[in-house]
């Protein structure tokens, strides 16, 4: 079964700092990627998607990485701000979708 | 498009009764999702739907739990008898076949059994 851990689980960064979130998955035999924000009380907005064939998908101030072969994606956030605080999750989509448990991320002003 | 919408928004109910989660998927949309969110658990899948049929149900935690999808417009989550063990937020996504595989949230029905 697939197994989607991301690290760390939570993180406090001051505002304008650029930062990494990382996901691991133990089977890479998947079709895309997906990260996730989700804000306190709310539900899931998908903020970037990479399909298997990729290495990286850009959207602003987010870059997202794919590294198939040995099972990890990162998120950067460059010049972090206030609005950025969120829980973070990414999901691997192979014969289902499975979540990781998430970063939560604190930008202090 | 209104995106995927789910009500209620809230439910508290008493342990032993029946409780129906509902959601409505993006039109166009061949794939439907539940899920259930927990702070110890986190986002785990309980079952989901291609072209209204069940086809993975091996996250539904016990036979208490029933889904249907009577149609490409609707489905219910049902509980029956609900227990406080039960409490936590629901989701319900959706995706079209193919393409990008990307899949929508709805809002979530938050629900407390006491």
């Known amino acids: 079964k697939q197994e989607v851990t991301q690290i760390p689980a939570a993180l406090s960064v001051p505002e304008g700092e650029n930062l990494v979130l990382n996901c691991s998955f133990t089977?890479?035999?998947?079709?895309?990627l997906q990260w996730f924000r989700q804000d306190p009380g709310k539900g899931l907005t998908s903020l970037l998607l990479?399909?298997?064939?990729?290495r990286e998908q850009t959207s602003g101030r987010l870059n997202a990485s794919l590294d198939k072969s040995s099972g990890r994606s990162t998120l950067y956030i460059a010049a972090s701000q206030p609005g950025d605080s969120a829980t973070y999750l990414c999901?691997?989509?192979?014969?289902?979708?499975?979540f990781g448990t998430g970063t939560s991320l604190t930008v202090i002003p | 498009d209104a995106g995927v919408i789910q009500s209620p928004r809230h439910e508290v109910t008493e342990m032993g009764q029946e409780v129906t989660l509902r959601c409505k998927p993006i039109?166009?949309?061949?794939?439907l999702f539940w899920y259930r969110q927990t702070m110890m658990r986190g986002l785990e899948l309980l079952i989901y739907?291609?072209?209204?049929?069940?086809?993975?149900d091996s996250g539904m935690p016990e036979d208490r739990f029933s889904a249907k999808m009577p149609n490409a417009s609707f489905s219910t989550l049902k509980i029956q008898p609900s227990e406080p063990r039960d409490s936590a937020v629901y989701f319900c996504?959706?995706?079209?076949?193919?393409?990008?595989?990307?899949?929508?949230f709805g809002p979530g029905t938050r629900l407390t059994v006491t």
């Open positions: 039109s166009g949309h061949d794939y």
């Open positions: 089977d890479s035999a998947i079709y895309n």
């Open positions: 990479i399909q298997s064939s990729q």
């Open positions: 739907f291609n072209n209204n049929v069940p086809i993975d």
């Open positions: 999901a691997v989509y192979g014969n289902q979708f499975y």
């Open positions: 996504a959706s995706k079209k076949a193919g393409g990008t595989y990307e899949q929508y």
